[in-house]
């Protein structure tokens, strides 16, 4: 079986959480069995993200207008690795590449699967142009595929206003690798960003309206002085809040509790998650969080707003999911950093949690299953079955 992987970024800097599931996907695909190809664009590619995905191949086309994602076309390539792929996987939506592939996908006459993940509403910035892409390309990308993947249920109702219905969609969760984020020298990591010795609560994401790094800053300073030995720390590349995030901060007099820290990846972003006592994931919308996954494999809780797309986490606690309110997050902090010990216990069951339901090796069976039917359907058999091979 030949699957090529399709998404704008495989940085995730860049590219976020689609970034991250395609990468890892991609891995753990590769790793059991398929033969697995990603195309992207070589924007903050480097060798050893590369090399770390193999088996798995990478083909990446030069950027041409980088802050659209806008790639410069070869045909050529895109051809070749559409013509030789047996199902093609479509990431993410609103993106040049997907709309370049999706026209070879056609004119091959291949079967192809879309995953948005949480990025059909017209949401954020650049809803004009959203709305031309969908009007000349989208639409017909999401209604034409052989097979629809939601990351979460909650993106029924948005499938659902390009004419998909939620009987045709296969829901595959956000997956996380637990050997991308062993124990790091977290001691060097405080130094480091000059961090104090005192009890973290963490935001890992972008400095953007919709991760609501915001709502936190604000809930967080109306109950400071219920938390006085407590520190923010916001780990993420600053898309064009930090500046209105710092004048928070001072408005509410906790300037020195509160460290932005830029982007963090690799062993400092798995130091960040087992320094903090808690991340809190604030989104306005999300499909499903990566980062709650990525903290609950080091043993770090999780507190998530009712936008993020996870509200397995209420099987733990319902105290774990809040609002995406200022008091909804406020009281939602009282109450979890009110017993340090209930704390610790809430830590290690959603570390099991996570490592039960979530764990990429698990997972990369069901795509296995969804590309064997879409095959078979096809009238071929000669597909491959995943191995027993694990990381």
């Given at each position: 079986?030949?699957?090529?992987?399709v998404?704008?970024?495989?940085?995730?800097?860049?590219?976020?959480?689609?970034?991250?599931?395609?990468?890892q996907?991609?891995?753990?695909?590769?790793?059991t069995?398929?033969?697995?190809?990603?195309?992207?664009?070589?924007?903050?590619?480097?060798?050893?993200?590369?090399?770390?995905?193999?088996?798995?191949?990478?083909?990446?086309?030069?950027?041409?207008?980088?802050?659209?994602?806008?790639?410069?076309?070869?045909?050529?390539?895109?051809?070749?690795?559409?013509?030789?792929?047996?199902?093609?996987?479509?990431?993410?939506?609103?993106?040049?590449?997907?709309?370049?592939?999706?026209?070879?996908?056609?004119?091959?006459?291949?079967?192809?699967?879309?995953?948005?993940?949480?990025?059909?509403?017209?949401?954020?910035?650049?809803?004009?142009?959203?709305?031309?892409?969908?009007?000349?390309?989208?639409?017909?990308i999401?209604?034409?595929?052989?097979?629809?993947?939601?990351?979460?249920a909650?993106?029924?109702?948005?499938?659902?206003?390009?004419?998909?219905?939620?009987?045709?969609?296969?829901?595959?969760?956000?997956?996380?690798?637990?050997?991308?984020?062993?124990?790091?020298?977290?001691?060097a990591?405080?130094?480091?960003?000059?961090?104090?010795?005192?009890?973290?609560?963490?935001?890992?994401?972008?400095?953007?309206?919709?991760?609501?790094?915001?709502?936190?800053?604000?809930?967080?300073?109306?109950v400071?002085?219920?938390?006085?030995?407590?520190?923010?720390?916001?780990?993420?590349?600053?898309?064009?809040?930090?500046?209105?995030?710092?004048?928070?901060?001072?408005?509410?007099?906790?300037?020195?509790?509160?460290?932005?820290?830029?982007?963090?990846?690799?062993?400092?972003?798995?130091?960040?998650?087992?320094?903090a006592?808690?991340l809190?994931?604030?989104?306005?919308?999300?499909?499903?969080?990566?980062?709650?996954?990525?903290?609950?494999?080091?043993?770090?809780?999780?507190?998530?707003?009712?936008?993020?797309?996870?509200?397995?986490?209420?099987?733990?606690?319902?105290?774990l999911?809040?609002?995406?309110?200022?008091?909804?997050?406020?009281?939602?902090?009282?109450?979890l950093?009110a017993?340090?010990?209930?704390l610790?216990?809430?830590?290690?069951?959603?570390?099991?949690?996570?490592?039960?339901?979530?764990?990429?090796?698990?997972?990369?069976?069901?795509?296995?299953?969804?590309?064997?039917?879409?095959?078979?359907?096809?009238?071929?058999?000669?597909?491959?079955?995943?191995?027993?091979?694990?990381?």
């Amino acid at each position: 079986m030949h699957v090529l992987n399709v998404n704008f970024s495989l940085d995730s800097r860049l590219g976020g959480g689609t970034a991250e599931r395609t990468f890892q996907m991609s891995r753990y695909l590769a790793m059991t069995g398929a033969q697995c190809t990603v195309l992207t664009i070589d924007s903050g590619l480097d060798s050893e993200r590369i090399a770390s995905l193999a088996p798995a191949k990478v083909f990446a086309l030069k950027p041409l207008w980088k802050r659209y994602y806008v790639p410069r076309l070869d045909w050529q390539l895109i051809r070749r690795l559409v013509d030789q792929a047996d199902v093609i996987h479509l990431m993410g939506h609103w993106s040049v590449i997907n709309a370049f592939v999706y026209i070879a996908v056609r004119l091959a006459g291949k079967p192809y699967v879309v995953c948005p993940a949480g990025a059909l509403p017209l949401f954020g910035r650049s809803a004009l142009l959203k709305r031309f892409y969908n009007l000349i390309v989208g639409k017909a990308i999401i209604r034409n595929a052989t097979a629809w993947i939601a990351v979460t249920a909650s993106e029924f109702p948005q499938f659902s206003t390009y004419g998909i219905d939620q009987s045709q969609i296969q829901v595959i969760a956000n997956g996380v690798a637990e050997d991308s984020f062993l124990l790091s020298d977290i001691h060097a990591f405080r130094k480091n960003y000059m961090l104090p010795d005192a009890p973290v609560i963490l935001f890992m994401g972008r400095l953007n309206l919709i991760k609501g790094p915001d709502l936190l800053l604000e809930a967080f300073g109306s109950v400071k002085d219920h938390l006085p030995s407590w520190h923010l720390v916001l780990a993420g590349p600053d898309e064009g809040m930090q500046q209105q995030l710092l004048s928070i901060a001072a408005r509410l007099e906790i300037s020195d509790r509160v460290h932005f820290l830029g982007f963090v990846g690799g062993q400092a972003k798995a130091a960040a998650y087992h320094l903090a006592k808690l991340l809190v994931v604030p989104s306005r919308q999300e499909a499903m969080s990566i980062v709650a996954l990525e903290a609950g494999i080091c043993g770090t809780p999780v507190m998530v707003s009712d936008q993020c797309g996870f509200g397995e986490v209420c099987e733990i606690d319902p105290n774990l999911e809040t609002p995406a309110t200022i008091s909804g997050l406020a009281e939602g902090l009282l109450y979890l950093t009110a017993d340090l010990d209930r704390l610790d216990r809430l830590a290690s069951e959603f570390k099991d949690f996570v490592a039960r339901r979530y764990a990429w090796s698990s997972l990369v069976v069901s795509y296995f299953d969804l590309y064997k039917g879409i095959l078979a359907l096809s009238g071929r058999n000669d597909f491959c079955e995943p191995s027993d091979r694990r990381v």
